[in-house]
């Protein structure tokens, strides 16, 4: 079963959502409350439970009768809207240069997945999410890659972006043609990831952006940016906290809320303000550390221990249940 909270998400979508909602007379701040996320969601970035975004986009896309709201999404969202990352990406070299950058500072957009750029007959770009089998979910990772052609496609020459194939690692049972016809070639479900893949031309092309200076002073910014992440975030400071003090068990929101330099109250203030609580975020860490351990066929009372659980069956009684 999986967990009650799921992985943590930085979620920044929901103005945008929010103007399309009311577009149709759809009250957003309704839909937040009723998925648990915080109405300053409609505002601005929020970090939550992975499992209440999938449901407020899920709930928007019912409402909406879209069946591709991820796609949907990805064409009302305006260019430029992840910052550096993108801007970096839209002065690269090359096509290739652009996605191996992308790979490299994706943290910057959202530091809960993984991006990887995989070299070999074609240029392919992969995303997962820890033990998340499907990923982000069907709308999620169907906009994440729209939103990445999209803007690739809108500074190549003829503004497209050619592809080989599509993956991802949700299930359809109703519209994958559709997909496939958005992104112009054959599109594969229920995969162990979602990526691209991009034939060998198309990654040689110079976007019409393309500026090597500007790209080499952006691309430092950014990793300057990527080494202090979270330094002001509350959210990837406590994962840091959490994630040293695991196998010791010290894990009382007193004992780490005093390691951070604040009290209890505090913590949970501010956590609540980033639209989660301590107990969501100890539950990702140690979800997050229990599929690396697993991936490493390390034996589960050890998995147990390491989590600083008494037992594996603690352990599965908090994480599975």
Not at 32 to 45: D, F, I, K, Q, Y
Request: charged fraction near 20%; aromatic fraction near 6%; proline fraction near 4%.
């Amino acid at each position: 079963m999986k967990s009650k909270t799921g992985p943590l998400f930085t979620f920044r979508m929901i103005p945008v959502i929010g103007a399309i909602l009311s577009r149709r007379g759809i009250d957003v701040a309704q839909l937040l409350e009723e998925t648990g996320l915080p109405a300053s969601g409609a505002r601005g970035e929020i970090t939550a439970p992975l499992a209440r975004v999938q449901q407020f986009i899920g709930l928007c896309a019912t409402r909406l009768e879209a069946p591709l709201f991820g796609i949907d999404l990805a064409g009302a969202l305006p260019g430029g809207s992840y910052g550096l990352a993108e801007f970096v990406m839209r002065t690269a070299p090359s096509v290739e240069a652009g996605l191996r950058v992308l790979s490299e500072l994706a943290a910057l957009i959202n530091p809960s997945g993984l991006f990887r750029y995989v070299d070999g007959d074609e240029g392919s770009l992969h995303y997962s999410l820890g033990a998340q089998r499907d990923t982000l979910g069907t709308h999620l990772n169907e906009f994440s890659f729209s939103y990445i052609v999209r803007q690739i496609a809108s500074v190549l020459p003829g503004g497209r972006m050619t592809l080989s194939s599509v993956w991802f690692s949700h299930a359809r049972t109703e519209g994958a043609e559709a997909v496939a016809q958005h992104f112009g070639c054959p599109v594969r479900f229920q995969a162990r990831d979602c990526g691209i893949a991009v034939p060998r031309h198309v990654m040689a092309l110079a976007p019409r952006t393309a500026d090597p200076l500007l790209f080499n002073f952006l691309s430092e910014q950014a990793r300057g940016q990527l080494a202090r992440l979270g330094s002001v975030d509350i959210v990837s400071q406590l994962v840091r906290v959490v994630e040293v003090r695991l196998a010791s068990g010290e894990l009382e929101v007193d004992d780490v809320a005093s390691a951070l330099a604040m009290t209890r109250r505090s913590l949970q203030r501010h956590l609540a303000d980033a639209g989660t609580t301590y107990r969501d975020v100890l539950a990702h860490v140690r979800q997050r550390r229990r599929a690396e351990l697993r991936g490493g066929n390390v034996e589960e009372a050890e998995i147990a221990r390491q989590l600083g659980f008494s037992d594996t069956r603690a352990m599965r009684r908090s994480l599975d249940e």
